[in-house]
């Protein structure tokens, strides 16, 4: 009669580890669940523009100057850079009337702000060369990353530049303590407590977020709502429903980070940690750490069929139990 108590809480204590262990696996399976097609399309729209040379897989990647490159000569770039469609149309999307209106991007070439009002199927065949025959990327994309590009033009761009102080590129107006929340929620647990922790190429220099924050607000604000081909695993505003003025609170608060690299007296965490490839459940790199994924998904079943295996032997403990104790 002691034992009484003892093996049905050992049953339910069972029991209930695997309801949490279910109830945990149900919750990443939903948040790793693809987002609205229409949704997807625009992000990727948005990270063609940025650079649509390192998000496609090229046959054969463009080789030279692209052919309207030539009809300016203020901006001294040259090769891949000259195809991507910020490096004429801007991180604002303004062009010669935006942020590239002077200084070493300065190319004269128009933005697209405007042709946003225009149809998909008007946009489509300025991008396909229909309108200017030098200005033709059909080539490369494929007409869906056509039209996911006209998808991002009509319903993606954002005009902030009356929130950008012209000269100390700082926001105007905003709220630092709501940016302050949406860092800590969304990106400290990768970039650190100050931004400091990855560090990241910039015009041929290592920077951290608190550096491109004053340097270029315009392409931190591209790439904190829309994501950048190099970090598929990051958190991005578009996903998180943010409105634009909350893309510009949280470049409010970053823009007090600082704009140095950390310290190297003693090793930072992003030297600890070796970087992006692992992070946990984020895609496969490389062969290694798609092998690694591989054998972690493995170990994730197997540590599954243990718990049901061990709840089947608690089930027939259980009622053997139960018929030991009638027989009695
Ligand atoms: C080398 C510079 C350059 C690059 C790269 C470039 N464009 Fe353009 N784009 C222009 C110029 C210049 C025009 C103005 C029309 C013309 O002369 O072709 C233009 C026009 C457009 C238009 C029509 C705008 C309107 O008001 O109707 C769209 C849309 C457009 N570009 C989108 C893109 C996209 C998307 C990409 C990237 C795949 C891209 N452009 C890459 C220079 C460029
Ligand atoms: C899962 C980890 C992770 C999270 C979470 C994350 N990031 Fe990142 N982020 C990265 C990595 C890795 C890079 C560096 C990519 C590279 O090497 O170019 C990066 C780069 C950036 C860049 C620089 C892009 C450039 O080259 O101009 C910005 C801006 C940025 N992150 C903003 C954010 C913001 C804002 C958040 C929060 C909403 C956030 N990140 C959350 C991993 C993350």
């Avoid at 400091?196 to 977020?209: A, H, T």
């Avoid at 895609?283 to 197997?302: C, D, E, K, Q, Y």
């Amino acid at each position: 009669m002691k034992r009484f108590p003892l093996m049905p809480s050992i049953f339910i204590l069972i029991l209930s580890i695997l309801l949490g262990y279910a109830i945990i696996r149900s919750q990443t399976v939903r948040a790793a669940a693809p987002l609205p097609q229409q949704n997807q399309d625009l992000v990727r729209g948005a990270r063609l523009y940025d650079d649509w040379t390192e998000v496609i897989e090229l046959a054969s990647p463009p080789s030279g100057d692209q052919p309207i490159w030539s009809r300016q000569s203020t901006n001294t770039r040259r090769g891949p850079d000259t195809w991507r469609c910020v490096s004429c149309h801007g991180w604002d999307y303004q062009g010669k009337d935006g942020a590239y209106r002077s200084g070493a991007n300065y190319t004269g070439f128009p933005g697209i702000y405007e042709a946003r009002l225009k149809s998909a199927a008007d946009l489509s065949a300025a991008i396909g060369g229909g309108i200017d025959s030098q200005h033709d990327f059909s080539g490369f994309l494929v007409p869906a990353d056509i039209a996911a590009l006209a998808n991002f033009i009509q319903e993606g761009l954002i005009d902030d530049n009356e929130f950008i102080d012209p000269v100390s590129l700082k926001i105007i107006g905003g709220d630092a303590a709501h940016g302050k929340e949406l860092y800590e929620q969304g990106c400290a647990s990768c970039h650190g407590p100050n931004g400091q922790q990855i560090e990241f190429r910039y015009e041929g220099q290592d920077i951290v977020l608190g550096t491109l924050a004053n340097q270029d607000p315009w392409r931190l604000l591209h790439r904190t709502r829309f994501g950048t081909a190099r970090a598929p695993e990051m958190t991005i505003g578009f996903d998180l429903g943010w409105t634009p003025q909350d893309g510009r609170d949280l470049l409010l608060y970053m823009q007090t980070f600082p704009t140095g690299l950390a310290p190297t007296s003693e090793p930072s965490m992003a030297q600890l940690t070796p970087g992006p490839a692992e992070q946990p459940g984020g895609p496969a790199r490389n062969v290694f750490s798609g092998i690694l994924t591989g054998l972690g998904a493995m170990a994730t079943s197997l540590g599954f069929a243990v718990v049901v295996g061990i709840t089947l032997v608690a089930v027939i403990f259980l009622v053997v139990w139960l018929l030991r104790g009638r027989s009695k």
